[in-house]
Each structure stands twice: as structure tokens, then as C-alpha cells.
């Protein structure tokens, strides 16, 4: 019997041999051992990145919760979503105070207000925690990045889809919300834009819509009734627009004139297809939450900037990410209902 | 005999089944069966990616090369660097052209100018070779993004450090290149946040420094003999800083005014040590590299945004990256000289 168990052993020795060689192989592509850093962006399953967000039901956060679990998937991580059910600070602050405690491999958070969160990002981050925030900043917080859309750029871009569907010239009024900072943006954008670009065209009011349908059907209304020779309206906001739309269909104008629009709600969608509204704005949404959780990553894995610690602690991820905005038109309008 | 060979048999089939069993495990963390998409972030060597910049000896590319070689040995992919080495802006479009000629995975590319080389990127983009700019934008091109200083947000910082100098009162002056978007930018966001939240310091002057070191100097002479109680400056530009530092040394004045420099070249980071300028802005420069890389992978391997080519086209990566400035002062000014 002592040959037969020596060709075992020899057998198994040689298999270990294989085994071995093919490991270091293997190891070989995720592994680079002349050097500290991994090769290849993977984390593991087990670590959790959580998104927070406020009015959890909104569909608006569908596609950003999309680019959110792309990325964890991609990155082989776990995600989860925590949000006030309420358009409530407080509520949001629980929840996100929840999650903290949990201790998350990273958070990213959506601003109810630019204040209210503060003192509870700066706890997280203070604890180690890295924080984004998305869509609504929270500019004097710790987060050490914010993402969302350059509102003065879209504004801006507005303007020259305008500027373009009036062949530069013309009459035209907004329809905004004063005294909150994404509105203000947009208006500045679109103003500005169109005095240096199109100086023949002329903006004759800018309304309050007061961010519902039916007072931005109303004002749409007199401002028709007092303009009748108005060229067109850019809204800034979902319901400003579809308050236009309402107002030019009951006044038999639909179509008439040209309204620019903002978001991606179903409301506006209808809107742009039938053809009273020629054209909407829609929100890097996707982009929001992929590059969120990148960044994330990027901080927990300690894969910034080398030294971005000594050197005042300052920005080790880049402070912003303009997420982008893309025209939507008859053409393309169909690829923007929820799926 | 057959006792002991069906012993090896069965011990050879035991170490296959053991190393069945141990492949999938390994390769489960590589790929999900489920799914389509890769899991992790990971190119191939054969991947080259090509940074393009001009003047290719300056010192101020290095870390920004850095960022890029970062990423690109985290993704397991090569990069290459060309630069026309004047500041020559068809030199540069002929190094980009025969970059574009091999057909790499992507280009990062800093523009001399925003118009000269807007053919040459649109030419790539058009054959699928993705382009991002970095450092210095050309807004008209079809590139998929830039990453770079938000020279107003800059400003803004230097005026609040500026601000916390001078503990909210004094007189200011500001020594720029007039007419360089970059310069005008920083100036702007100095004197918006100077005049929006420190309405007690006021400044005096804006002057050329014509970009060196020599009229910089002359000019903060002038503006010293003419204002003698002039509490300090800011410089939107390296050589303005080491000028003004000059002219403070050559009266005597040095450390007795508050100097805020911009960028971290040998001669401000001396300046700063020495206790002539009180503090510099360095910008991302690493981030520039290691993000433009990120983004570019991107691209190459088609994890962007879902359907965004059915979405007008616009944007598939996020348009705008800022890259961040951080700010130095003798506390940490060691950190910043070249290694």
C-alpha cells in the first residue's frame, strides 16, 4: 500500500501546485502587490450607503434612486432609502439621525431647507461618516460635496432654446417663484441670457406663479389679457407650466405661443406631446444619485486626494457636480414617462 | 493496483470539484450572472487614455498628471501624456490631432484658448472618441464636460479669509489681469462677497499686473504710496502675489499688510512661509486628473446615464465638475511643495 498513497500524495501535492499558480493569477488582476492601492473600483456587499431624502413618495426621486443603486450595483455595494414621509424638517432630521446610528459607509442626503439639517451633517461627518447632499444643498454644511443642477445654467439654456423657437425676436414673460434660490437662479439665467444673446427680444413681466397650477393659470391668464401681442412664457417650475398650458388651451391660444417649461412630471409631459408646450427642461436626475454614491465610495475608501488631509482639510472630494439638464421636445418626449 | 489508482482518481476528482466550487466563489465577486453590467470599476491595460495639455514643461500640470496616473492604475488601465511645449495654440491642435489619429479610449484636454481647438474636439467626439476638458474650458465644443476652478467661488473664498484677516474692516486692493475670463471671475466673487458680507472694508482699486511679476510689483507700489493706509490685497494670479509681495519687502511693509495670493508655484509658497502672504489659493489640481479619467471610463465603457443617446443627446456625464481650491497658510504650506 505504500506506493499507491505516495502517487496520493503526490497527486494531491501536484493539484495544490495548480491551485496555487491559478490563485496568484487570479489575484494578480485585482491585486497589484508592487503597490499599496487596489487595482479596480469594487467595495463589498456588506457595506451600506443610505440615501435620504424628504416627501418620499415623489416620483421625482425615482430616477435618482436608479442611478443611486446603478452605481452600488457596479461598485458591489448595498444601498437602502430612508426618507420623512412629510414635507417636514423635523421629520427629516429623525430619520436621518436614524441612519447615522447606524453607522452607514456613507450618506447622501437631499436638503429640505439649506438650515435645517446642518448641525446633524456636521455630527455624521465629525463621527467619520462622509455625507453628499443632492439636489437641495445645504451650502454652510460640513457635506463634503453637493450635486444637482447649475440653475443658472439651465435658466440660461432655456433662454437659448427660446431665443431659437422665436428666431430672436419677440415678447415674453416668466412665471416663477420668487425668494426661493432655484427659481431666482433660473430667472437670472434666462434673463440674462436672453439681453446678451437676443436683444430683440423683450421681457415684458415676471409673475409669481406661487408654485401651484392654478394660480399660474391665472396670472398666465392676465398677462395674455394685458400682452395680447406676448410671443411666449418660460416657467421654472413643473406647475408654472402646466398653468400655462391651462390658460392658452382655455383662451383657444394652445400651441400659439411658446412655452418653456421645467421638470419632467407627467403634467408637462402631456403638455409638451400634444404641442402647447414646446419644450421642457429635464433634471441629470440619474446623475444625481450615480456620482452621489461614487463620491461616497471614493471617500470611504479612502481613494481621494493624497494628503487632502494635511493640507486644511479642505475638499478631498470635488465641492461640485453640476448634474446637467436636457432639453425635451416632441422628438424625445417619449423616453421621459416613468417606465 | 486498482485499489490505489481508483484512491488517486477519487482524489483527483475531489481536488477538481473543490477547485469548481472555489472558481465561482472568486468569480462571483468579479461578475454577476444575473446581470449584464460588470461588477466593479476595471479596464484593460490596452485601454489608453491621453492627456493633452500646452506648455508642456509647467510645473503646474505635474499634479494634475498625478490625479490622472492615479485613476488610471486604479482602473487597471494606461494613460499617455502630449503637450505642444510652446504656448502655441496651433502646436496644440497638431498634438491633438495626432493623438485623435491613434484612436485612443479618451482624451483629456486643458484648451489654450476657448475657440482654437473647438474643430479639433468636435472632429473626435463626432468619430466616438470621448473628450473632457480640464483647467481651461472651451464652452462651445462638444465636449462631455469640464473640470476646473469655479474661479467665482474662489473669490468668494479669498474675500472670506481676506475678511476674517482684517476682522470685517479696512480698505483693499486687487491686482488682476483684466480681460482673462478666468481673472475676471475671481475678481468678481472677491468683491460681490467683500461688498455682500463685509460692507465695512472697502476697495480702492483694481489694477492690471499684466500677468508678471515686474508691473505687479510697480502697480502695488503705486497703489502703497498712494494709500498708505491700505490694510491689504488680493492677488487673482501667482506672479500678481509675488509682485505685490516684492513691493512690500521693498518698503519695508512686509507682514504688515494682509496679502491673499492665488496658486502654489515656488515663489508665492516662499512668500507664505516667510510670512509676506498671508494666504494662497491651491487649486484641485489632482482632482482635475483622477475625475477627467473617472469620467472618461465613463464614457469609453458605456455606464452612463441609461438611454441619454434617445435623450436629445445632451449630456451623458455630469457637464461640470468643480475641482476645488483650498486655502494655504503658513500652517500647512509645507505640504504644497513640489515632492
Redesign the interface.
Known amino acids: ?1 505504500k ?3 505516495l ?2 500524495v503526490y ?2 501535492v501536484t ?1 495544490l501546485f495548480v ?1 496555487f499558480f491559478w490563485y496568484f493569477g ?1 489575484r494578480e ?2 491585486q ?1 502587490f508592487w ?1 499599496e ?6 467595495g463589498e456587499i456588506e457595506e451600506k450607503y443610505v440615501m435620504v431624502t424628504f416627501q418620499s413618495g415623489l416620483d421625482y426621486w425615482r430616477s435618482i434612486m436608479k ?1 443611486f443603486e ?1 452605481a452600488a ?4 455595494v448595498s444601498v437602502d432609502f430612508r426618507g420623512a414621509t412629510q414635507y417636514d424638517a423635523s421629520e427629516e432630521i429623525t430619520v436621518l439621525e436614524q441612519v447615522i446610528a447606524k453607522k452607514p459607509a456613507g450618506i447622501a442626503v437631499t436638503a429640505i431647507n439649506p438650515d435645517a439639517l446642518i448641525g446633524t451633517i456636521n455630527k455624521a461627518i465629525e463621527a467619520g461618516i462622509p455625507i453628499v447632499l443632492f439636489d437641495s444643498d445645504a451650502p454652510n454644511s460640513m457635506a463634503y460635496s453637493f ?1 444637482g443642477t ?1 440653475n443658472y445654467s439651465a435658466g440660461a439654456q432655456a433662454a437659448r432654446e427660446f431665443g431659437r423657437l422665436l428666431v430672436g425676436k419677440g415678447k415674453a414673460a416668466i412665471v416663477t417663484q420668487p425668494n426661493q434660490l432655484n427659481h431666482e437662479e433660473r430667472t437670472k439665467g434666462f434673463k440674462e441670457t436672453i439681453s446678451k444673446e437676443f436683444p430683440n427680444i423683450e421681457i415684458v413681466q415676471i409673475a409669481d406663479g406661487k408654485g401651484n397650477v392654478q394660480e399660474s393659470e391665472k396670472i398666465a391668464e392676465s398677462i395674455l389679457r394685458k400682452y395680447p401681442d406676448i410671443d411666449g412664457f418660460f416657467a421654472t417650475q413643473a406647475n408654472g407650466g402646466v398653468g400655462i398650458g391651462q390658460a392658452l388651451k382655455k383662451l383657444g391660444l394652445a400651441g400659439k405661443k411658446v412655452v418653456i417649461g421645467f421638470d419632467t412630471d407627467k403634467g408637462t409631459l402631456d403638455l409638451v406631446k400634444d404641442g402647447t408646450i414646446n419644450a421642457t427642461l ?1 433634471q ?1 436626475t ?2 444625481m444619485g ?2 452621489s454614491l ?1 463620491e461616497l465610495f471614493h471617500h470611504y475608501h479612502n ?1 481621494v ?3 487632502s488631509e ?3 482639510g ?2 478631498p ?13 416632441q ?2 418626449v417619449d ?2 414617462y416613468a417606465k
Open positions: 500500500m506506493k499507491p498513497i502517487l496520493i497527486g494531491l493539484s491551485l487570479i488582476d485585482k497589484n503597490n492601492k487596489p487595482i479596480g473600483l469594487i442611478g446603478d450595483q457596479i461598485l458591489n450635486l447649475d429635464a441629470g440619474w446623475n450615480y456620482w461614487l481613494l486626494q493624497p494628503d494635511d493640507m486644511n479642505a475638499h472630494l470635488p465641492p461640485y457636480i453640476d448634474t446637467g439638464v436636457t432639453i425635451v421636445t422628438a424625445n423616453n421621459y
